[in-house]
């Protein structure tokens, strides 16, 4: 069987298609720049004797002549994989924002594209493009289902005393202003890695999970569920992240827009775009930060400090919420690849029960599962690939399986 991932943004998408009964990777892809002067697709064909890749460089007006271009290219006789639309069982799309109407993946109807629609003012910049993604793909691909795996759905298990803010209950009871989390996908795929990989019931098993990319967000599993995420009300709370500022007194708000005169337009950017690593050392990549560290520099030593210290605070957090821990699950670009962020942050947990050992962070491979862990630690410590784009597939053919 085989599926399509795709996940749309406002300028840009990406796919890739699997082989479910080989759970392989057959082609990926991007198409970027969408709607600009100068667009580009990438395009790999992962199988085959000779994989190859192919970079088309051409202006791409919307979102229907992207999935156009890609739907030519994975049909494509020389670089495609399939060879008919009717050979594509199901089509996975990422969703960032299902509120609180969905709490799993879901075949998507008329009537479930009306909910992501009206879901449309929590996530302006991303439920628009997924649902536009959403309507080209049932165009193009009639026959295939159509599956929405959302960002937001492992979160919904949340209890109220986690996900609710303290401001009047009209708030929430009228204008949905509660907790709702993301990277739900990848936290709840690397979660499930972990406890098999250390022979745990997932039903049984306890984690705090760390997804730190580009965005970065932390949850707290218990018994498998997530039961609290650093994430809140949108993508901006919680961590330090590349240019978000994470948790902050909503008083600064305020003082920026009544005393500084900032609009709130002028205050979203600021606090999106412009702050994190990026507002206190001048560069969001933390490869670049890692160097200047190195280098002596100050600010970008306090801004990896202050990263650390933040992820710190949260695992203390978790660890009270949660009472027993059985894993710290490290992911993405700088979980996956920094050996200095997990040395930093698990530097003087040892009463908490986190112990690295400082041989094993160090030399942990890429793209691999690795326990990273002392021999002493209570906690066992791991590095695990997350693979958002598999955990769709998984989501929507378990979903297909259902039908
Ligand atoms: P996104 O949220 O865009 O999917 P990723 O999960 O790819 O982001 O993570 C991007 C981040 O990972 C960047 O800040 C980058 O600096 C960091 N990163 C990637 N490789 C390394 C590395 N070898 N060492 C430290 N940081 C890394």
Redesign the pocket.
Known sequence: MKILVINCGSSSIKYQLFDMERTAALASGLVERIGEAEGRITHHRLTGAHPRTVTLDAPIADHHAGLTRMADLIMDPEVGVIAAPVELAAIGHRVVHGGERFSASTIIDDEVIDAIQALSPFAPLHNPPNLAGIRVARKLFPRAVQVAVFDTAYHQTLPAAAYRYAIPTEFYEEHGIRVYGFHGTSHHYVARLAARHLDIPFNHFNAITLHL???ASMAAVENGRSVDTSMGFTPLAGLIM?TRSGDLDPAVVYFMGTRLGFSFEEIDRILNKESGLLGLCGV????DI?RRREAGDAAATLALDMYAYRIKKYIGAYIAALGRVDALVFT???GE??LLVRELVCTGLDLLGVTLDAEKNATAARGQLSEIQAADSRVKVLVAPTNEELEIANQTLAVVRKT
Do not use: F, I, K
């Not at 969001?284 to 490869?287: C, F, G, H, V, Y």
């Open positions: 990319g580009n965005g590349g969001n990549d933390l490869r890692e993405a670009g700088v690849n920094s």
